[in-house]
């Protein structure tokens, strides 16, 4: 069964989380939530979050895939987490899917991840991405990013399509009535 971490940052973006964490459960993904810097986690909207494990507590190697939410502060939390930075990094080094959604891909900007890849991120943060492009979802090798919170089922779908299959997605999608 594949494995996705969905690390969770103070200030993270619930819409993004909840979606990302809810779509990819229902394609049979099992998708683990990590706290940063606890176990309890506050939204950017005050909705609290009692996630699976703390950052702490993960295991980078049992993996597949790590998707990282957006939102205000969640986004530089999730940059100043030392533990996160080089996940990603390892994580791109091995090929694995990497996932990023609003103000997030600027994190993989920070180290390194985005240079001569196409990206899309929050509409106005464009100037913080070497190749940003406007459409919803972006897919660039192992990299996939998104714009924002109404764009989340759509980055979710994306992100099933990838660590399932295109029948899968398609299924989710009609079963979401999107």
Do not use: H, W
Not at 30 to 49: C, H, K, Q, Y
Not at 113 to 139: D, F, H, Q, T
């Amino acid at each position: 069964m594949v494995k996705v971490l969905v690390p969770l940052a103070e200030g993270f973006e619930e819409i993004e989380a909840v979606t990302i964490i809810d779509v990819l459960r229902r394609a049979g993904i099992d998708v683990v939530t990590a706290g940063i810097p606890g176990s309890l986690v506050v939204g950017s909207r005050n909705i609290r979050i009692t996630t699976d494990k703390k950052i702490d507590d993960i295991d980078p190697e049992d993996f597949d895939a790590l998707v990282l939410a957006g939102g205000y502060p969640g986004y530089v939390n999730l940059g100043k987490t030392q533990k996160v930075l080089n996940m990603l990094v390892n994580f791109n080094s091995a090929k694995k899917l990497i996932g990023a959604i609003c103000a997030a891909p600027t994190v993989l900007a920070k180290v390194g991840l985005l240079e001569n890849k196409k990206a899309a991120c929050y509409p106005g943060m464009e100037k913080e991405l070497p190749y940003p492009r406007g459409s919803k979802v972006v897919v660039d090798e192992n990299i996939v990013t998104s714009q924002g919170p109404g764009t989340s089922i759509e980055f979710s779908l994306k992100l099933v399509e990838l660590l399932v299959d295109k029948q899968k997605s398609k299924a989710l999608k009609k079963e979401l009535v999107y």
